[in-house]
């Protein structure tokens, strides 16, 4: 899958997974080459997920008849 | 007659209190009066009404768990157990909790609504699940307009903007707040989006904290589908939501860093990570490259350069044995060929002419003649000695 396609979770884990695999593995030289590649661009791709972050804040709103909808957050 | 000792009797008085079992848990109601401090830290103080007092202590390590200690003539609440002192020949009552009468009666209730959820498992700890370690989207239910949320968006932001905040807005004390605190669960499970929930509420005096200890509020986090973190009052407030909610946090932001990573731990993680498959991938190629070396030097040892130049030796040598051994064998058929020079020599008819033999032949045939009867009278003959040939007639018999 593309590493931009995995939410930061995925891509984390994936890291260290991958970490794991290329210390731990018994690999040929083009898996560990394909292995390092992945693990340095999840990297990248974490660290830029954490830096263009901006916590997004939303409120529900209850309607009369019960109904929930979702309206961006307007601090009063 | 039996004759009991003062400490004998006393301490068999002191035995009826200790089995009896209201004496040895009860809450009782009074005014405090002689309140004193001793220098070892145990409060002494006596509890009374219009027609009765009773000497209470609270031992030091009690004393420092409340929250509010009474002054003389203040009404309050007290729980202990009654016993007697026999040094001095009193009973007395051991204090452990205090509560001013209206708190107390409060509290009251909270005790008894906390025995009644805790025996209905509404606290067991094996129904507690663990947060997500890296949700997606946060349900807080709190007031829009208190410190409690701005404070929670202050440490969300900060620890891990990529989480989403869904607000569900609801009053947080007084007589609507259980209510609304409820609707605004129930209106995050009807969203249905969130990973983890937020129930939070800043400081404030035991009554404005009162909607966390009702018992809807504590039903609705228990039916909660997803994980409950409380984070109300301060450090020191226990409410009923906090005994139901999966996670008690002591307060609305600490509520917050509980619900998320801390992106520099986080960062710090992922840079490790970085090394670890730099020094990895290193180590692999730096292994290769001694393998490679490793295979170099073996296939130089066994490259055919090497080998023809062994085949060519191996070659010379075989030659050079093949041509000894064919020099041998001349040899030794030139010696026999000799021999037989000299033996077939030996034999030859000519020495034998030499010494007076003579060969005779019929000229006509060539026939060696080596007996009368093969020659007739008048056959022509020749005869051959050592230094030549003469011809010949046969004349005559000799027999």
């Known amino acids: 899958m593309d590493v931009s396609e995995l939410t930061f979770e995925e891509a984390f884990h994936e890291l260290e997974e991958t970490v794991r695999k290329l210390e731990e593995g018994d690999l040929t030289l083009e898996e560990s080459i394909a292995l390092f590649e992945r693990g340095m661009r999840l990297a990248e791709y974490c660290g830029e997920k954490l830096d263009k972050a901006e916590l997004k804040v939303k409120q529900l709103i209850s309607s009369l008849k019960g109904e929930v909808e979702i309206a961006p957050f307007e601090p009063s | ?399």
Not at chain 2, 61 to 78: M, R, T
């Open chain 2, 1 to 399: 007659m039996q004759i009991y000792k003062v400490s004998q009797i006393t301490r068999y008085i002191k035995e009826l209190f200790d089995i009896d079992d209201l004496l040895q848990d009860l809450w009782l109601e009074g005014e405090v009066s002689n309140f004193s401090r001793s220098t070892a830290g145990h409060i002494y103080f006596t509890l009374k009404d219009e027609e009765a007092q009773i000497r209470c202590v609270l031992w030091r390590s009690q004393a420092a768990l409340q929250p509010h200690l009474p002054q003389d003539g203040e009404a309050i609440i007290a729980h202990g157990h009654i016993s007697v002192y026999e040094v001095q020949g009193v009973y007395q009552f051991y204090v452990d909790t205090i509560r001013p009468v209206g708190v107390g009666l409060l509290y009251l209730e909270f005790e008894a609504l906390k025995s009644r959820l805790e025996a209905e498992g509404l606290f067991a700890s094996e129904r507690k699940r663990s947060l997500p370690p890296f949700p997606h989207r946060l349900g807080v239910v709190t007031s829009p307009v208190g410190a409690a949320f701005r404070d929670i968006l202050n440490v969300l932001g900060r620890r891990y903007p990529l989480v989403e905040v869904v607000l569900a807005p609801t009053p947080v004390q007084g007589d609507e707040a259980p209510d609304g605190i409820v609707a605004a669960l129930s209106a995050l499970e009807r969203y249905g989006d969130v990973d983890a929930i937020i129930v939070a509420r800043g400081g404030g005096s035991l009554e404005e904290l009162w909607a966390f200890n009702d018992e809807r509020v504590a039903r609705a986090i228990y039916a909660s589908p997803v994980p409950v973190i409380s984070g109300v009052g301060h450090e020191t407030d226990f409410t009923i939501a906090d005994f139901v909610a999966d996670v008690r946090a002591p307060t609305p932001s600490a509520a917050a860093e509980i619900a998320v990573p801390d992106q520099q731990e986080l960062r710090s993680s992922i840079e490790l990570g970085r090394q670890r498959l730099e020094q990895a991938m290193q180590g692999r190629i730096a292994k290769w490259r001694a393998d490679l070396e490793e295979e170099r030097s073996a296939l130089r040892r066994l490259s055919p350069r090497s080998m023809v130049e062994g085949y060519r030796q191996r070659l010379d040598d075989l030659t050079e044995r093949a041509l000894s051994h064919l020099r041998h064998r001349l040899t030794i058929q030139r010696e026999r060929l000799r021999g037989c020079v000299l033996q077939l020599q030996s034999l030859s008819p000519t020495l034998t002419l030499a010494r007076g033999y003579s060969i005779t032949r019929h000229l006509a045939t060539r026939q060696i003649i080596k007996s009368v009867a093969q020659v007739s009278v008048g056959d022509a003959i020749e005869v051959q000695v050592s230094d030549g040939r003469f011809g010949g007639v046969v004349t005559d018999g000799c027999e």
